[in-house]
């Protein structure tokens, strides 16, 4: 896996927040840049050239951030009314977002607490993939990171990793080839108790694809 | 006309904008506030305690910006994250869009060069106005101000007056009487030539009125 992927937070208490810093821990790949916006960011602090290095230099762009008054934070807007420009090109670079709210995911639909899908209001990033000729990936959401169980932690932490460094579109078979992959560095360090972990669930994850895999062959088989 | 209107600029370069300045002068009525955000706003620097009041004490607000990378400048949105609070109570007052564009504004349709309606990308906008039981109105959009003709300048004038001053819905008979308000303005003090070239327009634009209306109650009697 060669594919480079920047990740380019902004979170205006990013010591504070939990989700960015149990993200940050998922995130700690050999092929992720992490890169922080720091909040003392301006138009004269940034550093238009470094910031445009670092896209060129990468294949997927992330932008993450909690979803504020339904978009970016202010810093990051400012980020990328520096840093974006004409003259750049990042054409077929893969362009994600992981946006994290405060409220169920259900709440942004037509009937909902918040009317909008999160689609809708976040057109204008999907605007800007479109302007560079960038490929929009599908956005990647957490809810409510706070109330969530420790199962649905384990799988965000395997949800986010694939988020960041598969290939999309995010087959079967390439999760199942994402999932080897992982055994076998895991496999080689197990002695870790976070490996251990992993370990884990990447045995539980592969153990559920292989029965709905049997699952499938099987209604195959009857509709013959 | 006792509605009072605030109007939040939000420009990065206001002092060479020639949209701006036009604007500025447009709006220059009795009921209307002109709220400039400074560049050097910051998270410390502003005051959400005054802002807020603003707010509360105008019955349409109005925010005035040009589009970058699809959305609002990055200081509007500063301002947005700081002075927009959930303990604000904002119920019943309108809210407005006045949005320059550097193409026309036929880019922004699908199939069209920007491929996304304004309607969708302002979508965020919409979002506020609902979350706080605000009315929000038809985007007010000026598109490639600099390559207007003087006709369209003065047309510009008078719509932009209209939408920072008048009762929405944009009924025919509001039109009318908010163009009698001003005749009888202008009557008052019509030596001077600034108000001459907008008793010129307002009378074109009766004239035209009369036209459609006389031909509007013509056709009704044929239908009979």
């Not at 238009?48 to 762009?61: F, T, Y």
């Amino acid at each position: 896996m060669n594919m480079k992927t920047l990740i380019i937070v902004s979170h205006p208490n990013v010591q504070d927040s939990t989700t960015q810093s149990f993200l940050k821990k998922s995130a700690a790949l050999e092929e992720v840049t992490w890169h922080h916006l720091e909040n003392n960011y301006t138009y004269t602090t940034i550093d238009s050239v470094k910031e445009r290095n670092l896209l060129v230099q990468h294949d997927r762009i992330i932008l993450q951030f909690p979803l504020y008054w339904y978009s970016a934070p202010a810093m990051l807007k400012q980020w990328m009314d520096v840093v974006l420009s004409e003259k750049l090109s990042l054409r077929g670079k893969e362009f994600g977002l992981v946006v994290t709210i405060g409220v169920k995911e259900k709440a942004y639909q037509a009937g909902g607490s918040e009317q909008f899908t999160l689609s809708e209001l976040l057109r204008p990033f999907q605007a800007i993939a479109r302007h560079f000729q960038m490929i929009f990936l599908p956005v990647f959401t957490i809810s409510k990171f706070s109330y969530m169980t420790e199962e649905a932690y384990k799988k965000l932490l395997i949800d986010y990793r694939q988020y960041v460094s598969i290939d999309f579109p995010e087959t079967f078979a390439k999760k199942e080839a994402w999932f080897l992959d992982r055994l076998n560095e895991v496999k080689e360090k197990a002695s870790q108790p976070e490996h251990l972990v992993l370990l884990e669930e990447i045995s539980r994850s592969f153990t559920h694809n292989q029965e709905t895999l049997e699952e499938l062959v099987w209604t195959l088989e009857e509709m013959k």
